[in-house]
C-alpha cells in the first residue's frame, strides 16, 4: 500500500466486498498446525448447510494442501522460537452447487516441474487408476524412490472427485506462484 496524494492506493472496502463474493474463507500468512486449527474450526462453520459430506471433503482437502503450502512454500517466516514456516494463500468459496478451494505459493522454479508433471498425471487418470498410482507413489516412498511424492495431491483429486486445477505465474527469474483449486460438489453420490 503506497500514499499517493493523501490516500492509500487500497480500499478496504473494496477489499471487503471482493471478498464478500462467495467467499467463506480467505486467509494469507504463515501456516503451521495452530492456524491450520483455526481455519478448520472455521471451515467446520461455514459450510455447516447439512451436508456432512461435502464438509468433510473440503475439511480433508483443506489439511493436505494447506500441509503443502506449509511445507514447501519458496516463502517462509521465522517464528520467534525459530521454526520457518511457509506461506500461502487459502481460499474457500461457495458457487452454485460446489465449493471451490484454492491454495497458493511461490515456489522455487527449479522445483516446481515435477509437482506439474505429476498433477498433469493425476488429472489424466480416473478413479480406480488413481486409486492404483497412489499405492504405487506409497510403494516407491516406503522404498526411498526420488519422485515418489506427492501422494497428498493424488488424495485431494481423489477426495474431491474432480480434476486439479493447476496455474503457474512466473514473478522473476527463481520463483513462481503455483496455485491448485478443486471443485467439491456440494451434492455428493459417493463418498
Not at 24 to 50: A, C, F, H, Q, W
Not at 70 to 98: H, N, P, R
Request: aromatic share 8%; glycine share 8%; charged share 25%.
Amino acid at each position: 500500500m503506497e500514499k499517493q496524494g493523501g490516500k492509500y492506493d487500497f480500499s478496504l472496502y473494496e477489499y471487503h466486498n471482493l471478498l464478500h463474493q462467495n467467499i467463506l474463507v480467505s486467509y494469507k500468512g504463515p501456516i503451521d498446525e495452530r492456524i491450520m486449527s483455526v481455519i478448520g474450526e472455521n471451515i467446520e462453520i461455514v459450510t455447516n448447510d447439512g451436508n456432512d459430506k461435502a464438509r468433510s471433503k473440503i475439511f480433508k482437502i483443506f489439511m493436505e494442501l494447506a500441509q503443502n503450502v506449509w511445507l514447501y512454500s519458496a516463502e517462509s517466516c521465522k517464528t520467534v522460537s525459530g521454526k520457518q514456516l511457509g506461506m500461502g494463500t487459502l481460499v474457500i468459496g461457495e458457487f452454485g452447487d460446489s465449493y471451490t478451494f484454492v491454495t497458493g505459493n511461490m515456489v522455487k522454479n527449479s522445483d516446481i516441474e515435477p509437482v506439474i508433471e505429476k498433477c498433469e498425471i493425476i488429472n489424466s487418470l480416473d478413479r480406480d487408476s488413481l486409486r492404483e498410482y497412489r499405492r504405487e507413489q506409497r510403494r516407491l516412498a516406503n522404498q526411498g524412490k526420488k519422485n515418489s511424492g506427492n501422494i497428498g495431491l493424488i488424495q485431494v483429486a481423489l477426495t474431491a472427485e474432480s480434476p486439479l486445477d493447476i496455474e503457474l505465474t512466473p514473478v522473476n527469474d527463481m520463483e513462481s506462484f503455483f496455485s491448485i483449486a478443486v471443485k467439491i460438489k456440494k451434492t455428493l453420490v459417493k463418498s
